[in-house]
Structure formats: C-alpha cells, structure tokens
C-alpha cells in the first residue's frame, strides 16, 4: 500500500498558476513510477503528467504540455505538479497515482495507488 494525500487544489482565474502536491507514506516510494490524472464532470479519466521513479523521465499530455511541470522530491516522498497559465478547461479533480516498477504511464489503467484527489477550479 501507498497511501497518497493530494493537496494545493483551489479556485483560480485563467491565466493563473497553481502548485499541487502529493504526500506518500511508507519507504518504498521512491521505487515507484508516479502519475498525476484529472477527471471532469461528465468526463472520463485524463492522463496530465507522469515521473519515473527518479524523476529522469517525464511524460505529459499534449493538452498540458508546455504549461505544467511534474517533478518529485523522493526525500520529502513527495510528487509536485506546477501548473502555469491556466485555462477553464484544466478544471477537473487531479488526483495523483503511483504505479510499481518504477516507470510512470500515460495510462490511468496501469496506476496502482490513488490519492482521493483535490479540485482544480479555473474561472473564466
């Protein structure tokens, strides 16, 4: 088990930025592969960003590319998202997922853990 805790979720106007993180527990996190993925009301799953377990592969969305950054602190066992220049459509709950073997997927399916996810509001 990987007990996740998302946080720095909140409302913001486009344009803005926003920092959200995700505590794990345990010792073993830095053996895992994390992943950060939003839903919308409505909508399905969305992949965002995703970090091999030392954080020397990153993956992101294209919807999401050249806005947001995912990096982690395995001391701190802690995975960030640094979300610039947003617009209304990045609202969604983000909720942050570790996956074992170490290598992060742009496939919500092959995650393991989830956190229970924080809100991302971005008002027009």
């Known amino acids: 088990q990987v007990p996740l805790v998302e946080s720095g979720g909140g409302l913001v106007q486009a344009g803005g930025s926003l920092r959200l993180s995700c505590a794990a527990s345990g010792r073993t996190f830095g053996n895992y592969g994390m992943g950060w993925i939003r839903q919308a009301p409505g909508k399905e799953r969305e992949f965002v960003a995703a970090i091999s377990s030392r954080g020397g592969i990153t993956y992101y969305a294209d919807s999401v590319k050249g806005r947001f950054t995912i990096s982690r602190d395995n001391a701190k066992n802690t995975v960030y998202l640094q979300m610039n220049s947003l617009k209304p459509e990045d609202t969604a709950v983000y909720y942050c997922?570790?996956?074992?073997?170490?290598?992060?997927?742009?496939?919500?399916?092959?995650?393991?853990?989830w956190g229970q996810g924080t809100q991302v509001t971005v008002s027009s």
């Open positions: 997922a570790a996956r074992t073997g170490g290598a992060g997927s742009t496939r919500p399916d092959q995650y393991d853990y």
